[in-house]
């Protein structure tokens, strides 16, 4: 086995060039997992730790937006000033796993397993964030919903490192919640973030952990905006927020497994949709941020 502590994105990518189907690894917090369960079998690793360029983070104030490297840790994008620009990705960060595995796990990893359970990836749906990955000879950008393609399965080719996702500014409530099988160190039997745009007057809902990959409840959504006012502070009231939760329960696929029962996650997915909608309201104050 060869393992190689790359200090640069040139460097991993050219120990990928020269290691097909070497397998990268920033926390391990995923990797090891599947290792010590015996899960994977590893012939060469590169290591993107020592990466710089991939834990860095930088404001575009000209388009607001926001790109986040693949190596950042929760620990940063959990407390200001990262909390304060994308407040959902903060309170998703938050919930994953302890501070141990928050101090490394990153959101490459998330996207490199993805999981439908992964925590930072309703946030990336809600957000419509662009993935950028990058190989030797080419840096191509890719919408989050084309990034995930099944359970566990993603679009990313064997020499190319996930380096980057951006993301746009809003203004407005976000949130972030979950449902587990206890309340900390759990991983989602559902999830879901809400997005708020008051300018543009849109409300986005990601939904996690209840169909093959991250959705977005996009009929729920059309159904808020026919209904609803949603520029500057939008009036929800509790039938409506209820309505939305209901109508997004509609549209996932849970399973049942080990988590959780099929039932169950439709059941929290409406919950959940309805209480983020509520904290959106204007009347509420739209507490949820930060
Ligand atoms: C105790 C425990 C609790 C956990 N709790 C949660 C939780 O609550 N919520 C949650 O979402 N997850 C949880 N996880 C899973 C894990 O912490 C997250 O998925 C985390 O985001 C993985 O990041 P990482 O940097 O450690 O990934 P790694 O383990 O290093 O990598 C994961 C996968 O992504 C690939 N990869 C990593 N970086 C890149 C890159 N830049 N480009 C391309 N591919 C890449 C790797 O090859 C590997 O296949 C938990 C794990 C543990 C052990």
Redesign the pocket.
Known sequence: MTVVNARSLQQ?LEALRVHPGA????????????VNFNR?SITDVVA?RLVNE?RRWHVDEESRSIRIG??V??AEMERAPLAHLVPALAQ?AR????P???A????????????P?????PVLSALDAIVH?QNLDSIRDVSIHDFMVGVKKNV?KSD????AVTLPLRTGVQGYA?V?TRNA????AASACLVHDSTAGSVRLALGAVAPTVVRARAAEAWLASTTPLVGSPRITSAIAKEFGQRAAVECSPIDDHRSTAAYRRHAIAVLAERLLMRADASAGGAANG
């Open positions: 991993a397998k990268l690894v920033q926390g391990g917090t995923d990797l090891m997992v599947e994977t993107l991939l693949a190596g840790p929760y998703a919930t994953v796993g302890s141990q595995i928050r490394t796990g990153s959101l490459g990893g998330n996207l490199g397993t993805c999981s359970a992964g925590d930072g990836l990955l990313r190319e490192v996930i380096v979950k587990g160190m759990v991983i989602s």
